[in-house]
């Protein structure tokens, strides 16, 4: 009997009993009091995630729907954008600004390293004539499975005007994330995430600065318009039919985030990473990213030469119905990647990590049987040791 799926994707991502029953309650009367509390509830909740006191508006959209809200509310066409891109979705910030016609300018990183603090500084310092109007940066790449130090390219931004955008969709609440004290002026997320619920709701939050900026621009805009967001949400409703099922499994996230502690969700994460990495590696299977970069959502794992990543997947989902993530474009068969974050338990990860041990000693990998699983399992061991202490 092969089950439920394990789904271990950098999103979607599994979802709780509790947020599945939420969100099977019935419909309510979006312009009506009802949802007028549900919102201002969940929008308060999200801000504390993002740690801002800054303007919040949920969208019924993907991440990468918030992605292009926050270039179009506060890029103009022909500004001139600084777009720093370290895997796929780097890549995609960068050809939405411009296809709402700014002129970027890319800064490249190879696929498996984090942006470079200082290269982000000196070709700000450059900018002696403050023509960059936006620097674009994703704070986590599941691409690649590493993350970007947003408060070190804060420190590298200095007092430059430029607009502070990033790209947290899969970073937020998996990582450490301080809006308003790394003073980052945008910033979007999405629900299919570390929030635990289905996709469908975006999460975009800005400043006072970057309001004041989107006043005086000119882009076309109608769906994403942040003026006539915060319009309706000062009344408690959004200016266009909201995915209220979607709501309700936002509300029990939140909750159950609100318990869990903020503080205590990012460590669960980076504990997930660190006891992947470790097992994986006993295993004999090499890791795209170096430590210090490594994502605490997702981890890439250079799959074997002679085996490739794309055949590992799918063994693992024919015969156990695991589900893991392929490499994508010039990564194609060569990672596969292991997602860790939102409703995802240890012994989730430890019933994985054993399939791929099995799944690689059958495809003809020279793996101990039980090396990684005991890696992950002393892993355990000691991080509930340290709880108990």
């Not at 790394?182 to 999405?190: E, I, L, T, Y």
């Not at 994460?269 to 660190?274: E, G, K, T, V």
Request: charged share 15%; glycine share 8%; hydrophobic share 45%.
């Amino acid at each position: 009997m092969i089950g439920e799926q394990y789904l271990l994707l950098p999103g979607p991502t599994p979802l709780p009993e509790q947020i599945i029953r939420a969100m099977s309650r019935s419909m309510i009367n979006h312009r009506g009091p009802a949802f007028h509390d549900l919102l201002f509830e969940v929008t308060a909740g999200i801000r504390s995630i993002y740690q801002t006191q800054g303007e919040v508006l949920i969208y019924p959209s993907s991440g990468t729907g918030v992605m292009e809200a926050a270039v179009a509310n506060f890029i103009a066409p022909g500004d001139q954008v600084l777009a720093v891109s370290i895997g796929v979705f780097g890549d995609r910030f960068a050809a939405i600004a411009q296809a709402f016609g700014a002129a970027v300018e890319k800064i490249l990183v190879p696929w498996g390293k984090s942006a470079d603090p200082q290269l982000i500084k000196e070709r700000i310092d450059r900018d002696t004539d403050k023509r960059i109007k936006a620097v674009l940066v994703s704070h986590n790449e599941t691409s690649t499975g590493v993350v970007n130090n947003i408060a070190a390219i804060a420190d590298a931004l200095g007092d430059h005007p430029a607009l502070f955008i990033v790209d947290t969709v899969s970073g937020l609440a998996a990582h450490s994330f301080k809006m308003d004290e790394w003073r980052v002026d945008v910033a979007a997320s999405g629900s299919q995430k570390a929030f635990m619920i289905p996709p469908g709701l975006g999460f975009l939050a800005f400043n006072q600065r970057a309001l004041s900026i989107h006043k005086k621009i000119n882009n076309s805009r109608f769906y994403w318009d942040v003026s006539t967001g915060l319009e309706y949400l000062q009344k408690g409703q959004t200016p266009t039919t909201p995915a209220i099922s979607l709501f309700y499994g936002l509300q029990e996230a939140l909750r159950m985030m609100a318990e869990e502690g903020l503080d205590n969700i990012i460590r669960r994460h980076a504990f997930y990473r660190d006891l992947i990495r470790a097992a994986v590696s006993a295993m004999g299977l090499g890791l795209l990213a170096e430590a210090e970069q490594a994502s605490c959502s997702v981890t890439s794992v250079l799959a074997p030469q002679t085996l490739g990543a794309n055949q590992i997947c799918q063994t693992m989902l024919q015969q156990f119905n695991i589900v893991l993530a392929g490499g994508q474009q010039n990564l194609y068969d060569v990672i596969f990647r292991i997602g860790h974050l939102g409703y995802v338990r240890e012994l989730d990860l430890l019933a994985i990590l054993a399939a791929l041990e099995m799944i690689l000693h059958k495809m003809g990998h020279p793996v101990e049987l039980g090396a990684g699983v005991k890696v992950a399992q002393e892993h355990i061991l000691k991080n509930h040791s340290d709880f108990a202490g």
